[in-house]
C-alpha cells in the first residue's frame, strides 16, 4: 500500500510538471531524466548502467537496468555486475559475460530517493523557469508591455504578466504624477533585464526616450510602415519632450502625420504621459538649421557654432529669448539634449544698429565738446545717453550746463 501511495506521488509530481510549467516537450523530458539520473548517481555513485524513459505524455517512466553475468565467486558487489545465480532466477538461459536487462521499481529504492528526487526535480524546474524567463524578457527589452499592479511599495511597483511573472517598475522609472491603484493595468517599456545569482528581475520604465518611440509607431501608421523615421527624441518625463522626424516620401508630412487631425494622433500618447507636453519637429542634417528649429517656438535672428566643442552661441531678439529658454529653462535644455549641442542663448542688441556716432552731431554741437567726450570712450550718442551725469561732468571737466544741453540733444534725436 506504501509503494502504490508512493508511485501515485510520483505520477502526480509529472503530471504537475507537464500541466502547470510553461516548457516544452523536449525540455521537459530531459530535465526529467536528469533528475532520475541525479539520484541514481547519489545512490549508485553511477549512472551509466541505467537507461532512463520518460513519457511525459501519460505522465510515467521506466527504469531499466544492465549488468554483465559473473561468477557467483567473482562479485564483489558491483552495482555493474550480478551473479550468476541470480542472473538465472531472472532467466534460466543466461551465461557469464553476458548482459542482464531488468525493470526496476524506483519506488524500491525508498522514501529517501523519491524524496530526493521531488526535490531535485523541482530544483532544476525552478532553475529552468528562471532561464526561460531572462531569456523571454531578454528578447523583449525595448518593447511596450502591459501588466496588472499587483503591489504597490514606496520605492517600486510590482505587477504580474498574463502568465504570472513579476515585474518591477521602481519609482525612479515611474513618470513624476504616476498613480495606480492594485488591480488597474499598467503600460511600461521593457528596460533592462537584471540577472543576478540566476535570479532574473525584470525592470520596466516610463521615462525612457524609448517609451514614447514605441507609443509613436503604435500611434502612427506611418512610422510603423517605415515612411516616417524617428531620428532623436529628448524627454523631460511629465514636463515636456522634443522629437526630431523625418520622411523619406516627399509627399508624407512628418509632423503633421505624427501629429494627426487637430492632434487626434498625440493626444492619446500626451494623456498616457501624464500630460507631457509634445513638440514634434522636422529632422535635418544641417545643424544651424536644426538648432534653430530645436528651439522653436523661438525664432532665431542669428547662430554661431563651435562644431569641434559641439557648442552654439544663438542670438535673439530680446521678447525671443524667453520662447528659447522656456518655463524653467525647459526649452533651451531640450533643445541642447536634442541636438547634442551645448546652446548659450543671447540678446540681439537693436539698440546697436539704431544708435548714431557723435560726430553725426558736429552741426549742433562744438568738435571741442564732441572731443572731450569721446575721449571718455563714449562714441555714439546712445553709449553717452546711458553713462551717468555725474561721470560726464566730473571726466571731461566740461560745465553741467554744457553737459546737460548734449544730453538734450542726443535726446531730441532719438524722440523724433
Known amino acids: 500500500m506504501a509503494k502504490k501511495a508512493e508511485t501515485i506521488s510520483l505520477i502526480d509530481t509529472f503530471s504537475e510538471f507537464k500541466e502547470l510549467k510553461n516548457i516544452d516537450r523536449t525540455t521537459m523530458v530531459s530535465v526529467l531524466e536528469e533528475s532520475f539520473r541525479s539520484v541514481?548517481?547519489?545512490?549508485?555513485?553511477?549512472?551509466?548502467?541505467?537507461?532512463?524513459?520518460?513519457?511525459?505524455?501519460?505522465?510515467?517512466?521506466?527504469?531499466?537496468?544492465?549488468?554483465?553475468?559473473?561468477?557467483?565467486?567473482?562479485?564483489?558487489?558491483?552495482?555493474?555486475?550480478?551473479?550468476?545465480?541470480?542472473?538465472?532466477?531472472?532467466?534460466?538461459?543466461?551465461?557469464?559475460?553476458?548482459?542482464?536487462?531488468?525493470?526496476?521499481?524506483?519506488?524500491?529504492?525508498?522514501?529517501?530517493?523519491?524524496?530526493?528526487?521531488?526535490?531535485?526535480?523541482?530544483?532544476?524546474?525552478?532553475?529552468?523557469?528562471?532561464?526561460?524567463?531572462?531569456?523571454?524578457?531578454?528578447?523583449?527589452?525595448?518593447?511596450?508591455?502591459?501588466?496588472?499592479?499587483?503591489?504597490?511599495?514606496?520605492?517600486?511597483?510590482?505587477?504580474?504578466?498574463?502568465?504570472?511573472?513579476?515585474?518591477?517598475?521602481?519609482?525612479?522609472?515611474?513618470?513624476?504624477?504616476?498613480?495606480?491603484?492594485?488591480?488597474?493595468?499598467?503600460?511600461?517599456?521593457?528596460?533592462?533585464?537584471?540577472?543576478?545569482?540566476?535570479?532574473?528581475?525584470?525592470?520596466?520604465?516610463?521615462?525612457?526616450?524609448?517609451?514614447?518611440?514605441?507609443?509613436?509607431?503604435?500611434?502612427?501608421?506611418?512610422?510603423?510602415?517605415?515612411?516616417?523615421?524617428?531620428?532623436?527624441?529628448?524627454?523631460?518625463?511629465?514636463?515636456?519632450?522634443?522629437?526630431?522626424?523625418?520622411?523619406?516620401?516627399?509627399?508624407?508630412?512628418?509632423?503633421?502625420?505624427?501629429?494627426?487631425?487637430?492632434?487626434?494622433?498625440?493626444?492619446?500618447?500626451?494623456?498616457?504621459?501624464r500630460n507631457e507636453n509634445i513638440d514634434v519637429i522636422n529632422y535635418t542634417s544641417n545643424t544651424s538649421l536644426f538648432i534653430q528649429r530645436a528651439l522653436s517656438p523661438a525664432r532665431i535672428s542669428s547662430i554661431r557654432l563651435n562644431e569641434e566643442e559641439r557648442k552654439a552661441e544663438v542670438f535673439l531678439k530680446p521678447e525671443e529669448v524667453a520662447l528659447a529658454i522656456g518655463l524653467n529653462g525647459l526649452n533651451i535644455k531640450l533643445a541642447s539634449m536634442l541636438t547634442e549641442y551645448t546652446i548659450d542663448v543671447f540678446r540681439e542688441l537693436d539698440e546697436v544698429e539704431e544708435d548714431i556716432y557723435l560726430d553725426e552731431f558736429r552741426d549742433e554741437i562744438e568738435d571741442w565738446v564732441i572731443d572731450a567726450v569721446k575721449a571718455l570712450g563714449y562714441d555714439t550718442a546712445k553709449s553717452v545717453l546711458n553713462a551717468p551725469r555725474e561721470v560726464l561732468i566730473e571726466k571731461t571737466d566740461l560745465e553741467e550746463e554744457t553737459i546737460d544741453e548734449v544730453l538734450n540733444i542726443l535726446k531730441a534725436e532719438f524722440e523724433e
Open 40 to 273: 541514481l548517481t547519489k545512490m549508485f555513485g553511477s549512472d551509466e548502467n541505467y537507461d532512463v524513459i520518460v513519457n511525459p505524455d501519460k505522465g510515467d517512466f521506466e527504469i531499466w537496468r544492465n549488468r554483465e553475468v559473473v561468477a557467483d565467486e567473482e562479485y564483489k558487489g558491483s552495482s555493474l555486475q550480478i551473479p550468476l545465480t541470480e542472473a538465472r532466477k531472472i532467466d534460466e538461459s543466461y551465461g557469464i559475460g553476458e548482459e542482464v536487462t531488468d525493470k526496476v521499481e524506483f519506488v524500491q529504492f525508498g522514501r529517501r530517493a523519491i524524496l530526493n528526487l521531488r526535490q531535485t526535480l523541482a530544483a532544476r524546474i525552478m532553475e529552468l523557469e528562471k532561464d526561460n524567463l531572462y531569456n523571454k524578457y531578454s528578447d523583449k527589452i525595448g518593447t511596450v508591455v502591459n501588466a496588472e499592479v499587483y503591489q504597490v511599495w514606496k520605492k517600486e511597483i510590482l505587477l504580474l504578466d498574463d502568465e504570472g511573472n513579476e515585474l518591477l517598475l521602481p519609482k525612479t522609472e515611474q513618470i513624476p504624477g504616476d498613480f495606480y491603484y492594485k488591480g488597474e493595468t499598467a503600460r511600461a517599456v521593457v528596460a533592462r533585464v537584471d540577472n543576478r545569482n540566476n535570479n532574473p528581475k525584470i525592470i520596466l520604465s516610463r521615462i525612457s526616450p524609448v517609451f514614447l518611440q514605441r507609443l509613436l509607431e503604435m500611434e502612427v501608421p506611418e512610422i510603423n510602415d517605415g515612411l516616417i523615421t524617428i531620428k532623436r527624441i529628448a524627454r523631460i518625463p511629465g514636463k515636456r519632450a522634443k522629437i526630431a522626424v523625418e520622411s523619406y516620401d516627399d509627399r508624407i508630412d512628418p509632423v503633421g502625420a505624427c501629429v494627426g487631425v487637430k492632434g487626434s494622433r498625440i493626444h492619446g500618447i500626451v494623456r498616457e504621459l
